[in-house]
């Protein structure tokens, strides 16, 4: 259960009262003068049991501490009294001091509301822990500090203070999204390991909340990432849902927002105000500048982009309107062939290359591959030599279906992105053939989409968009459609390298984190004020 709990430091139980309304307010029914009548504060007793007082003597010592938690308008026992050392500075000095020292070992996450008259120094205090201020000085010229606390979890306060972050799995928001970036195995190895790892409950992950807490993991609920402590490490697969407050953690994802996507930059302004890093798992390089920890998903993106590129192209030759209808979930890649066998007819591709691969020779362009020769379709191919053509480009209507596996990123800084195909081409086009683009690479959201014709990406659910007599499929989590084996590659890949961060950090070189860390703030500098 999350706690929230009140801390008041004042010079005198009368201003300790008023704190105490600013920060309950009537409206909850309670009235802490009767409050503090029945639990009269006595420096000399370090058992006050039931108190709500923070409390600063006359002479600036700070005296004794008791929690409370307020669940559904009522007070909760929640600690016995802690006695801290003596502080001798001022009260926003002591405030920091003691969150630092004190109340972050114990599991407290962030401030909810704070009351002070040194607005400035509690904030540099507040930003030096780690923790997010979201109140707003509610203080009338008062000498001394109170504050709203918020605790995750009591029995899990012992893990703040141990010098190992937290591992913490959250589910995805979409809700076609079933993969996951560490498996129940390897989430087990880091529970062996001593490491406290949590999985937010999820109804469409492929492995089970109970595949996890068999191996040890602690189940919380999905998106409670949001008040863990803000040394866990935040752990997904695709991206935070749309929100706006600060993100102080530091989170392991794929991340979409380091190139100027629609939407980065409000992203990325919420991790420079929380302070929090992303680690963007598509910039996680080796020393060949290929990709780790998502290269297995290139190649699936590949399989499951051909397999719904066929089940859309076989429905609109068939008359139907979209939105088509589309398979989302197989168990294996043989699976998912014997599937298309049997349901995909696939006529004159079989005899002609109205089919074609841009990029064949790539991670996504081989599973393509490997799906068109399973079902005998021909097809042809551009690889580099055709993809800096610009002349070459005219004849992409001439194709019934197109693959699109380029990476963007394999192309030199300083070499313009093509343009494969644009609204002119389309509107002035005469006997155009082009039926179906597959965009499996998507760049639909970058602004160096090489189809500046749409800049929506689509869905399972609603597989494609039109423009003209062109339909567009760009979902951007294809591999999803084999949940199983794409969450064990990723993983496989993922977990070496977050083992290496576990032990080494973010800074050592040779290692593929201080590029990913160095992309992150580059990002920061050109898309946030």
Known sequence: MNHKLICVSANNQREAINDVNYIIGQAKGHDPKKLFEKYPYRSNDVHLGMYLLRYFGDDGKLAGLSLFSVVQGELLYLQNTYILKQYRSGASEQAGYIFRKEFLPLGFSRIITFISNSNRLLQEQVIKTGWIQVGENLGKN?????????????????VVGSGKPMIWIRSESRPDERRTVLVPAHAKALVDAGYKVYVEKSQQRIFTDGEYETVGCRLKEPGSWKIAPANSLIIGLKELPTENFPLIHRH????????????STQLLQRYKTGGGTLYALEKLLDSRKKQIVLRSDGYFAGVCGAAVALMVWQQKRSGANPPYRILQYFKTK????????????PGHLQTEENCLIIAPDGNVGHGVRAILK????????????????????????????????????????????????????????????????????????NPRNPFPVYSQVTTFANPTLRTGNVDIMAIDNLPTMLPEICSEEISEDFFPLLCQYLMIGDRVADTPWPYAVERFKNALKEYCI
Do not use: M
């Not at 008062?142 to 012992?158: A, G, M, W």
């Not at 494969?420 to 959201?445: M, P, R």
């Open 374 to 445: 399973a079902l005998g379709i021909k097809y042809d191919t551009w690889t580099r030599k055709e993809t800096i053509n610009p002349e070459t480009f005219k004849t992409i209507i001439d194709y019934e279906i197109v693959f699109n596996g380029i990476s963007i990123e394999s192309l030199d800084g300083s070499e313009p992105c093509p343009i494969f195909l644009s609204h002119e081409t389309l509107e002035s086009a005469h006997g155009c053939k082009l039926s179906l683009i597959a965009d499996i690479a998507c760049y639909a959201k």
């Open 252 to 263: 392991f994802q794929a991340g979409h927002c380091l190139d100027g996507e629609t939407g």
């Open 142 to 158: 008062k000498s001394y500090c109170s504050f709203e606390l918020e605790l995750v979890e009591e029995t899990d306060s012992t």
């Open 334 to 345: 043989s699976q998912l062939k014997e599937y298309l066998r049997s349901t995909i007819n």
